[in-house]
């Protein structure tokens, strides 16, 4: 897919800054020489833009008396990150280390489900420890994959994965959701998300779709601008990197979302062109809105790894885009870069990497780096660079003057974890976020106090509504009572109904013994995350046989029945939606299953509640052999008539 070449416009607009791609014209075939090769990058071809944080000369000279009194040994701890299974708080005493990180399935003490007590006890452990190292202080990051909403830690607000956000074209909400993510972060002690991803999938077979908004670089770029501006708060404003803020990641630096066949950490063959107008367009956008940290792709661009990419990763994120943040590493993924392992990679840090993701060999991976650095093979110059925007960031952030993690704010107020504020949020969001893609004979909305039949494998199942990256890395193995905040779509609408004077029937089979007047199907894809959710096709029907002869039952007994589809992406159901009347598309909408109900039923005076905003971020396949989609990209009904 080719699109033009595009500017990035700011606007402040109610203190926001708004972030739109106006199109430019292509160069002139003049203008792109040299000849273009494979796997060849053209920076001077590139958006040009400057940090939208001025250069503070003060924060600067600070960073130069820092870099003076560091030993090589300290400088080069401050550019390796290690998780928290293999890595002690005591260890801080031999290795000063600059950042940790929770891997997807890694939590306090082995728990599976730590609570959020351990979290904090943890995050001050490690403080405690980098504070009383010795030698020259430097605060310790502790990074996690808050991707929709604080989703590693019990009791916290799940938020609808960015596939459903992306639905809402809201970068208002989606900006909310930022700051509420971040306010809950900092009750457990933790100082940086690795969010948003701002991949811009266009093969929805590949795993991780449901963490791209959109297919449109557009869409993309407006809402991974809006979740860095919730994360961070507004660069030039006071609430910058502070009063429960955290830093943001753009993720995964570059054309994750462009890879063959939809495989993930495979390869991009796009165009030059394409990966610049199409791809960047979130991250240009993201520097724009002021991110701190970049996390680099396990994908290649053209059979060169990104992790090793100097071209993308120095001379057009740091130079043309104006990035003087820091770029992270992938989990261990420098160790897939040629003549690299987990233990040694000079070639990812020569190439523009700042820090190393090293889960668990990050032992071996300090000796060797810092005999690379004693050797002259990683320049010292390109280790104060790294060590520079690394300290940077962490000055920016407010941390060498910050208190202990349960001093700072937010910190231990549990009560603010799937607080009813933020409930009320991420139930908003699940309103906004569904899209109607079919409603025979105006079937929906439903009266209150009709007699409903709740049937499916994903009606009363809070862990499968909210996907992969929910308490675990794959989001597999949770009960209800996992979400002690959280609702399960039963739940939400035997709520509703009975509030209405009506009555539910929880029935996963469908079977039943009274006739209702209607049925609600609540079914879909089980929890995946990266690339074990990588699919060969689109279609969904094989793999549910059982729910689609719910749904063929059901019509058969001449029950209308409303589908509510759960899912990462987009799939062929040609078979279940013509089995429905209406057809629902609720992504992975998160916690609050009740933001389903307050769409499908009508108000108790009858009229209708709250009507259907949200539309497609994709296109919907159709027919594989026509190669059409059933329902393009911004296609979603209505209840109210234009």
């Not at 589908?563 to 916690?591: D, H, I, N, T």
Request: hydrophobic share 40%; aromatic share 8%; glycine share 12%.
């Amino acid at each position: 897919m080719r699109r033009p070449a595009f500017d990035i416009h700011r606007a402040l607009v109610n203190g926001f800054i708004v972030v739109t791609l106006v199109a430019l014209p292509l160069p002139s075939a003049k203008a792109q020489t040299p000849a273009r090769t494979a796997g060849t990058i053209h920076p001077e071809l590139w958006l040009a833009q400057a940090s939208p944080i001025p250069r503070d000369p003060e924060l600067e000279a600070f960073i130069d008396g820092l870099l003076v009194r560091m030993t090589l040994e300290e400088k080069v701890g401050q550019i390796i990150q290690a998780d928290i299974t293999a890595i002690k708080p005591e260890d801080l005493r031999q290795y000063p280390l600059g950042a940790i990180l929770n891997g997807g399935d890694q939590r306090p003490g082995g728990d599976a489900h730590a609570p959020p007590q351990a979290w904090l006890a943890l995050a001050d452990a490690f403080y405690d420890a980098a504070k009383a190292r010795g030698g020259t202080y430097v605060p310790l990051l502790w990074g996690t994959d808050a991707v929709h909403g604080h989703n590693n830690v019990p009791g916290a607000t799940v938020f609808p994965h960015n596939i459903g956000l992306g639905a809402t074209r809201d970068p208002d909400l989606v900006r909310r959701i930022g700051t509420t993510t971040a306010a809950e972060m900092r009750v457990t002690g933790q100082d940086w998300a690795f969010a948003p991803t701002v991949a811009v999938a266009q093969d929805a077979r590949w795993g991780r779709t449901y963490e791209s908004y959109s297919s449109d670089p557009a869409v993309v770029a407006s809402l991974g601008a809006a979740l860095v501006e919730g994360l961070q708060g507004q660069t030039g404003s006071g609430e910058f990197l502070r009063n429960g803020h955290v830093l943001a990641t753009a993720k995964h630096f570059l054309g994750d979302g462009a890879t063959a066949d939809g495989k993930d950490q495979g390869d991009a063959g796009v165009p030059e062109t394409e990966l610049r107008d199409v791809h960047a367009a979130g991250y240009a956008a993201a520097v724009a809105a002021g991110v701190q940290t970049v996390m680099a792709s396990y994908s290649s661009w053209q059979g060169q790894k990104m992790h090793g990419n100097r071209a993308l990763l120095t001379d057009v994120l740091k130079g043309r885009m104006g990035f003087d943040g820091f770029v992270v590493g992938d989990w261990n993924g420098h160790a897939q870069l040629p003549g690299c392992a987990k233990e040694s990679c000079p070639a990812a840090i020569n190439a523009g990497l700042d820090m190393f993701m090293a889960p668990d060999r990050w032992k071996e991976l300090y000796a060797n780096t810092l005999a690379q650095a004693k050797s002259g093979e990683i320049p010292m110059s390109r280790l104060d660079d790294a060590v520079r925007r690394i300290l940077r960031v962490k000055a920016r952030a407010g941390l060498f003057d910050a208190p202990r993690p349960s001093a700072r704010p937010f910190a231990g107020r549990f009560d603010r974890l799937g607080s009813v504020e933020h409930r009320a949020l991420a139930r908003q969001a699940v309103r906004e976020s569904l899209v109607l893609l079919k409603n025979d004979g105006n079937l929906l909305p439903l009266r209150r106090n009709a007699r409903v039949l709740i049937a499916g494998n994903g009606a009363d199942d809070i862990g499968r509504q909210s996907g992969g990256w929910t308490l675990s890395w794959q989001g597999l193995g949770n009960g209800n009572a996992d979400f002690p905040n959280g609702q399960s779509i039963y739940a939400g609408l035997r709520e509703t109904v009975a509030a209405g004077g009506g009555t539910t029937m929880l029935s996963p089979d469908g079977r039943f013994a009274d006739k209702p007047d209607a049925a609600v199907v609540v079914f879909g894809e089980s929890p995946y995350a990266e690339g074990k959710g990588d699919r060969r096709s689109l279609d969904y029907s094989a793999d549910d046989q059982p729910t689609l002869e719910i749904l063929q039952h059901l019509r058969q007994a001449d029950i209308p029945t409303i589908s509510v589809f759960l899912s990462g992406r987009p799939l062929r159901v040609g078979a279940e939606f013509a089995a429905s009347k209406a057809f629902v598309v609720a992504w992975l909408p998160g916690s609050e299953g009740g933001g389903v109900a307050d769409l499908l039923f009508r108000d108790r005076d009858g009229g209708v509640a709250n009507d259907f905003r949200g539309t497609l971020p994709f296109d919907w396949p159709g027919d594989a052999s026509i190669g059409m989609p059933a329902f393009p990209i911004g296609y979603g009904l209505r209840y109210a008539v234009d």
